[in-house]
C-alpha cells in the first residue's frame, strides 16, 4: 500500500466547510481518511460529519472535541480555519485585531492542545499540519494584522514540533501565498463591484505565474505532510506560493 494512502486514520480539519479547508478535507478523504470538519458555517448536503464550533472560544473547541471522542482517536490535525483582513496599524481597530488573533492564532493554539493532550495522554503518534501564509515571513502591504495572526502560527508550528518530536508528534505548516477561493470573490464584490474580473487578473499577474494558486494545489501539500511520505519530517514551513518569495 501506499504510503500517500490513510486508510484507518482520523483527521479533523478545522474550517474545512469551504475554500482551501474544503480542498484539504476532500483530499484526505479520497486517500482513505475518515474526517471530521469543525467549522462555524455548517450548511445543508454538505457530503462530511461537521461539528459547528468557534475555534476562537475556549469552551466551543473543548465541546467539539469531546463529540469527536465518541467518533474515533484523532491521527491528524489540520488547522485550515482563517480570516482576513485588509488594512494597516491605523485602519486596524482593536476589535479587529481581536477577532483575528482569535481565529486565526488562537484558534490553532486551541485545537492543537486538545490534540496534543489526547496523543500524549495515550502515547499516540500524530500529525498537526497549520495553514500559514507567506505573510508570515515577508511584508504585505495592507495586511498589518493578518500578518501578525500568520507569524504566530508559523512559530506555534515550529514551538511544537520542537517540544513534542520525542513523543512521535509531526507539526508543520504549509504557508501559500494569494489562492483562489470564496474569500477573494466575496472580498472582490464587495470592494470593486463591476470590476471583479479586471482586479481577479490585476492580482493575479502580481505572482511570478501569473496566476493565484488552486486550493487543491495547497490540499495536496497537506496531504503529503499529513501521510508517511513525510514521516521524517517536523517542524518545516513550506510554501506552495508560485514562486512569489523566491522571485521577490
Known amino acids: ?6 486508510d484507518g486514520k482520523h483527521a479533523v480539519v478545522t474550517g474545512g466547510a469551504s475554500g482551501i479547508g474544503q480542498a484539504i478535507v476532500e483530499r484526505l478523504a479520497e486517500f482513505g481518511a475518515r474526517v471530521t470538519v469543525l467549522d462555524l458555517n455548517a450548511r445543508d448536503g454538505f457530503p462530511f460529519r461537521i461539528i459547528p464550533t468557534d475555534v476562537s472560544n475556549p469552551e466551543s473547541v ?6 469527536i471522542d465518541e467518533i474515533a482517536p484523532i491521527d491528524i490535525l489540520v488547522c485550515s480555519a482563517g480570516i ?4 494597516n496599524i491605523l485602519g486596524t481597530t482593536p476589535e479587529k485585531f481581536d477577532q483575528l488573533m482569535g481565529v486565526n492564532a488562537r484558534g490553532v493554539f486551541l485545537c492543537c492542545q486538545q490534540v496534543i493532550q489526547r496523543l500524549t495522554d495515550t502515547g499516540r503518534s500524530g ?5 500559514c501564509s507567506i505573510a508570515a515571513k515577508v511584508s504585505l ?4 494584522a493578518y500578518s501578525a495572526t500568520k507569524g504566530a502560527v508559523l512559530m506555534m508550528t515550529k514551538s511544537i514540533a520542537q517540544d513534542y518530536i520525542h513523543q512521535g508528534i509531526r507539526c508543520n505548516c504549509v504557508c501559500p501565498a494569494r489562492v483562489h477561493t470564496p474569500f477573494v470573490d466575496a472580498y472582490l464584490a464587495k470592494n470593486y463591484p463591476g470590476q471583479e474580473a479586471e482586479k481577479l487578473a490585476e492580482l493575479s499577474g502580481a505572482q511570478p505565474m501569473g496566476r493565484m494558486g488552486k486550493t487543491s494545489e495547497i490540499a495536496s501539500m497537506v496531504h503529503y505532510l499529513c501521510s508517511e511520505e513525510a514521516s521524517f519530517i517536523t517542524g518545516a514551513d513550506y510554501d506552495v506560493d508560485g514562486g512569489t518569495l523566491a522571485m521577490r
Open 62 to 67: 473543548a465541546e467539539a472535541f469531546t463529540a
Open 84 to 87: 482576513g483582513f485588509v488594512g
Open 127 to 131: 500529525a498537526i499540519v497549520n495553514i
Open 1 to 6: 500500500m501506499s504510503a500517500l494512502r490513510l
Open 141 to 144: 502591504a495592507e495586511r498589518f
